[in-house]
């Protein structure tokens, strides 16, 4: 099962996850992800706070966002979670941090610049 | 113990065929068959918990067999079938107390995950990187892959170091 809560922040589009992003579950959170693109939102913050599992069906979500040129940031704190994504050597290109204050400042970074 | 045994061991009726899921607790074996239909990909799932309750196993570790078994086995229902509506991917699991060794055979075309994908460490998240990274993925999770295609099966085996900072004895 995958638990997804969407709500828009001043600064970016905030889904809080949970559960397991699988084969099964992975069209659930592209969904929701394609229509905020389709409604012009260019900003995504991912909190994974709750997520148990990520598999590549996940992952190539966030890949598709950023060729979209969107920014995004992930907030992972599963170490299991994070060594995934550590050995597909995309910590920095999908700003993966560890706590929420981190992955927020990408965005107003983003906007100072 | 008995009763921990027969617990695991059950018959799942899907799609008029049978598939099963065994464990047995006493030599650290688990079994079970899926079809060629994505619907059974949730058999995974609930092997990993049957497993989570078996073997003295770290989440972490459950993890990383959750994530090879996903990547391998989808591919093979996404790509290896090709309108066959027969077909069966059988697992054989075992743990020896610091790996767990593990066995796939199938009836899909031959497909040999071993063969080289793009393995470089750079940021850049070009088509082939992104499109071999369930793959690429597996491969740095396992241990000793050996493929080989042998009477119309593909025949995959591998093993995943539970405890990566403890010596083999």
Same mark, same amino acid.
């Given at each position: 099962m995958l638990n997804i809560s969407k709500q828009h922040i001043q600064e970016f589009e905030l889904f809080e996850l949970g559960g397991r992003l699988d084969v099964a579950h992975a069209n659930e959170l592209d969904a929701l992800v394609s229509d905020s693109l389709a409604d012009g939102c260019r900003n995504f913050l991912f909190d994974f706070n709750s997520l148990d599992y990520i598999s590549s069906y996940g992952i190539r979500i966030f890949v598709k966002l950023m060729r979209a040129e969107a920014v995004v940031s992930i907030v992972v704190t599963s170490d299991s979670v994070y060594e995934i994504f550590e050995m597909g050597a995309l910590i920095e290109p999908l700003n993966i941090k560890r706590d929420l204050i981190e992955s927020i400042k990408i965005f107003t970074q983003s906007n100072k610049t | 113990m008995a009763?921990?045994?027969?617990? @695991? $061991?059950?018959?799942?009726? #899907?799609?008029? *065929?049978?598939? /099963?899921?065994?464990?047995?607790?006493?030599? +650290?074996?688990?079994?079970?068959?899926?079809?060629?239909?994505?619907?059974?990909?949730?058999?995974?799932?609930?092997?990993?918990?049957?497993?989570?309750?078996?073997?003295?196993?770290?989440?972490?570790?459950?993890?990383?067999? @959750? $994530?090879?078994?996903?990547? #391998?086995?989808? *591919?093979?229902? /996404?790509?290896?079938?090709?309108?066959?509506? +027969?077909?069966?991917?059988?697992?054989?699991?075992?743990?020896?107390?610091q790996h767990i060794h593990v066995s796939i055979h199938d009836d899909a075309l031959?497909?040999?995950?071993?063969?080289?994908?793009?393995?470089?460490?750079?940021?850049?998240l070009d088509e082939r990187k992104i499109g071999g990274l369930g793959i690429m993925l597996t491969q740095r999770i396992s241990e000793d892959m050996q493929y080989e295609y042998h009477e119309n099966k593909n025949k995959l085996r591998f093993k995943i170091n539970t405890q990566p900072n403890v010596e083999h004895k």
């Open positions: - | 009763q921990k045994y027969f617990i @695991n $061991l059950r018959i799942i009726l #899907l799609t008029n *065929n049978y598939f /099963f899921r065994m464990g047995n607790p006493h030599t +650290n074996k688990y079994q079970f068959k899926l079809s060629h239909d994505v619907k059974d990909i949730d058999q995974i799932e609930h092997a990993i918990e049957d497993i989570r309750k078996l073997w003295d196993v770290s989440d972490k570790s459950l993890f990383q067999l @959750n $994530l090879v078994l996903e990547e #391998l086995i989808s *591919n093979t229902m /996404f790509y290896g079938f090709d309108g066959n509506k +027969n077909g069966i991917i059988e697992v054989d699991l075992s743990f020896d107390g031959p497909f040999d995950p071993t063969a080289a994908v793009d393995d470089s460490t750079e940021t850049e």
